[in-house]
């Protein structure tokens, strides 16, 4: 694939930036770093033009919290100057990354996303007898910092930018030239692009009937199971030398049993909660219930909250479960 080049301009055009903050402060309109911000945001964007330019960016500083929801993870929150610089960068670079992805990947893409990585899981599902999960252990701590470095040049061409792209990279570690942080929109774009070499890999060389990758989170299907145990192994073997990453054991079973697939259990013709999704939805609607009788939240905060929740439980065939729970909540609150 031919490398882009001379994106910096476009990067840190002034209407680009308006847009990055525009995006950056969604949700967050209230927040007094937000609001600081916006007290001053033509010389803020002015700043960040001059930086951009001169590859003088500011990375790091990151406030760090964990959160348990589904599994715990430090999360690495960057200060909002530098949330408007990604969106910035990924404003006009997401279209470079977009050109390397396959259609199997569903993460960090327009038109993509959860929902889509689910309904083609379903069909692949009802088509084959066997399936292959595979996830990858602790991926985001173990990107290689060098290796991800080496595939944005193959990518881009301009040395400013890459120099960017090297300072966020190289400005967080748990392990030494390792790892990403949880929290960053560049974070999400480098980690699905690490993968994207294996995804070719999958469907040009080991050429694997039918595939699904949302992040990490991967499942192969094949008529045959020996077939498709030596495709995962081969898989193995390539993602460890080639991208230095360990796949947890794997997971392999008949399409009719249920594939486990992001918070969900697929069958051929239903979907349930994975049985973490169930535990998840009734702490969830317990905590947001109690914010709201306690006055700590007002109706929209606790709709703001609660509507995603009970729209995750929709997609699967939820509704008794849901009832059963709002009926244990309404009992509480007599």
């Known amino acids: 694939m031919k490398r882009q080049g001379q994106l910096l301009e476009k990067i840190a055009d002034l209407k680009n930036l308006y847009e990055a903050f525009y995006k950056a402060q969604k949700g967050k309109l209230s927040k007094p770093c937000v609001c600081a911000y916006r007290e001053h945001l033509q010389a803020n964007l002015q700043l960040l033009h001059r930086q951009l330019t001169s590859g003088s960016v500011e990375t790091g500083s ?5 959160i348990y929801d589904p599994k715990k993870r430090l999360i690495c929150a960057a200060p909002f100057s530098q949330r408007v610089m ?11 990354f977009e050109k390397i992805q396959t259609v199997d990947s569903f993460a960090s893409r327009s038109g993509k996303g959860t ?6 899981a379903r069909e692949h599902n009802r088509r084959y007898r066997w399936f292959l999960k595979l996830d990858v252990r602790k991926y985001f701590e173990s990107i290689d910092h060098t290796i991800l470095k080496q595939q944005l040049r193959r990518l881009f061409k301009d040395e400013l930018l890459l120099s960017i792209f090297g300072k966020i990279i190289d400005g967080y570690a748990t392990r030494e030239h ?18 994207s070499v294996a995804d070719h890999y999958l469907k040009e060389v080991l050429r694997v009937p039918a595939y699904v990758r949302y992040m990490d989170d991967m499942v192969l299907w094949h008529h045959k199971k020996e077939d498709l145990l030596e495709i995962g192994y081969r898989f193995q073997e390539f993602i460890a030398k080639e991208l230095q990453l360990v796949l947890k054991p794997f997971c392999l079973n008949e399409a009719s049993k249920g594939l486990p697939f992001l918070g969900y259990l697929l069958f051929s013709d239903r979907v349930r909660l994975a049985s973490r999704s169930k535990k998840r939805f009734i702490k969830k609607s317990g905590l947001f219930a109690t914010n709201l009788e306690t006055e700590r939240w007002s109706q929209k905060e606790y709709a703001n909250h ?12 939820a509704r008794e479960f849901r009832k059963k729970i709002s009926c244990k909540l309404l009992a509480c609150e007599v």
């Open 62 to 66: 990151y406030r760090y919290f964990t």
């Open 115 to 120: 929902y889509a990585a689910l309904d083609h």
């Open 178 to 195: 390792k790892s990403v942080p949880i929290g960053n929109l560049t974070s999400q774009y480098f980690a699905n692009h690490y993968l």
């Open 306 to 317: 609660f509507l995603p929740l009970v729209a995750f439980t929709e997609y699967a065939n």
């Open 86 to 96: 990604h969106h910035a960068l990924m404003n006009v670079c997401h279209a470079s």
